[in-house]
Nanobody, 124 residues
Framework: QVQLVESGGGLVQAGGSLRLSCTAS????????MGWFRQAPGKEREFVAV????????YTADPVKGRFSISRDNAQNTVYLQMNSLKPEDTAVYYC?????????????????WGQGTQVTVSS
């Protein structure tokens, strides 16, 4: 019943910006942490950022600190990933995920539902 629908990916020049959106349906998600992961070609899926149920606690992975920010709009069941100063190494499929708890970490096992992914390609 739970669905996560992502949008906002695309092709962008290095130094540019993109904003990814992920809207959840099938339930209300104001009580659950949500996160973003990414998987680059030939690489394992890695943690990007997580936001707690209320938006009061945010953690981002070292490679994107200072460039990416996560936010949420609980009224719309939506989580966002604002990506600035994009680099070619940010190229990946980006996935949103929802936890069954109010707080979550970088661990894949913390998350119960995953979106289909959206491609982000950053050219040199």
């Amino acid at each position: 019943q739970v669905q996560l629908v992502e949008s906002g990916g695309g092709l962008v020049q290095a130094g540019g910006s993109l904003r990814l959106s992920c809207t959840a349906s099938g339930s209300t998600f104001s009580n659950y942490a949500m996160g973003w992961f990414r998987q680059a070609p030939g690489k394992e899926r890695e943690f990007v950022a997580v936001i707690s149920y209320s938006g009061g606690s945010i953690y981002t992975a070292d490679p994107v600190k200072g460039r990416f920010s996560i936010s949420r709009d609980n009224a719309q069941n939506t989580v966002y990933l604002q990506m600035n100063s994009l680099k070619p190494e940010d190229t990946a499929v980006y996935y949103c995920a929802v936890s069954n708890s109010r707080y979550a970490t970088s661990r894949h096992a913390d998350y119960d539902y995953w979106g289909q992914g959206t491609q982000v390609t950053v050219s040199s």
